[in-house]
């Protein structure tokens, strides 16, 4: 039980840097109980050992349903839920939006098959994963639309993490269309999220409009 109280510690701690309140609260919870379980252990003589290795197990079965209800299977990123929730309860922190979309994944579902096509999301997953970090929060949002929250920086952060994406994508031999937007009189996320993926569909339509790339196979 103290291993798990051990990990339970660590991922709280790192939850907390990460503005993520709810299921930090889970981790306190499972660490809490743990260690109650121990000390009763420890006072009875240690008659209830089996108990308290189930009392854990159970309570970081709890965090690890926590965390995948938080995180796309596929990706490993951050899901729409969690996209929802972090928009509501951090909004005065995120200075910037970074929108994503990956181009082609219809024709290369269409000629090499669906596992071509989740390969390729997960590798830009990869990529995506690559710039998180407490103040740069990744999701996926839909399909093949991905989307970067930052969190108390400015424009430099999010160009060079923007930066950073579209050069692993490209050395991936993968394709996005990519858009963003910083908070700089007080506009609302809401306000954010659409500027980023206006100007996202604008870049969108710019590779769509180049020769042998065709709209109808997006």
């Given at each position: 039980?103290?291993?798990?109280?051990?990990?339970?510690?660590?991922?709280?701690?790192?939850?907390f840097q990460?503005?993520?309140?709810?299921e930090?609260?889970?981790?306190?919870l499972?660490?809490a109980?743990?260690?109650l379980?121990?000390l009763?252990d420890?006072?009875l003589?240690?008659?209830?050992v089996?108990p308290?290795?189930?009392?854990?197990?159970?309570?970081?079965?709890?965090?690890?349903?926590?965390?995948?209800?938080?995180?796309?299977s596929?990706?490993?990123?951050?899901?729409r839920?969690?996209f929802?929730?972090?928009?509501?309860?951090?909004?005065?922190?995120?200075?910037?939006?970074?929108s994503i979309d990956?181009n082609g994944?219809?024709?290369?579902n269409?000629?090499?098959?669906h596992?071509?096509?989740?390969?390729?999301?997960?590798?830009?997953?990869?990529?995506?994963?690559s710039?998180?970090?407490?103040d740069?929060?990744?999701?996926?949002v839909?399909?093949d639309?991905?989307i970067?929250?930052?969190?108390n920086g400015n424009?430099a952060?999010?160009?060079g993490a923007?930066d950073?994406?579209?050069?692993r994508?490209?050395?991936?031999?993968?394709?996005?269309?990519?858009?963003?937007?910083?908070r700089e009189?007080g506009?609302d996320?809401h306000?954010?999220?659409?500027?980023?993926?206006q100007?996202?569909?604008a870049?969108?339509?710019?590779?769509?409009?180049?020769?042998?790339h065709?709209?109808?196979?997006?």
């Amino acid at each position: 039980s103290f291993y798990y109280v051990y990990i339970v510690i660590r991922l709280t701690f790192i939850k907390f840097q990460q503005g993520r309140s709810g299921e930090a609260n889970i981790l306190i919870l499972c660490a809490a109980a743990c260690v109650l379980a121990a000390l009763i252990d420890a006072q009875l003589n240690g008659e209830l050992v089996i108990p308290t290795i189930l009392i854990s197990c159970v309570f970081f079965y709890m965090f690890l349903r926590s965390q995948d209800t938080n995180h796309d299977s596929l990706t490993r990123l951050l899901n729409r839920q969690s996209f929802y929730e972090d928009c509501v309860n951090l909004e005065p922190a995120v200075t910037g939006v970074a929108s994503i979309d990956m181009n082609g994944l219809k024709v290369l579902n269409d000629s090499e098959g669906h596992t071509a096509g989740d390969q390729a999301l997960s590798t830009l997953g990869r990529c995506l994963l690559s710039v998180a970090s407490r103040d740069i929060l990744a999701y996926r949002v839909g399909g093949d639309e991905f989307i970067l929250l930052f969190l108390n920086g400015n424009e430099a952060m999010v160009r060079g993490a923007l930066d950073r994406v579209l050069s692993r994508v490209e050395a991936a031999s993968l394709s996005v269309s990519s858009g963003y937007a910083c908070r700089e009189h007080g506009e609302d996320l809401h306000t954010l999220i659409n500027l980023s993926d206006q100007r996202m569909y604008a870049d969108k339509a710019s590779y769509y409009s180049r020769p042998g790339h065709n709209r109808r196979t997006r």
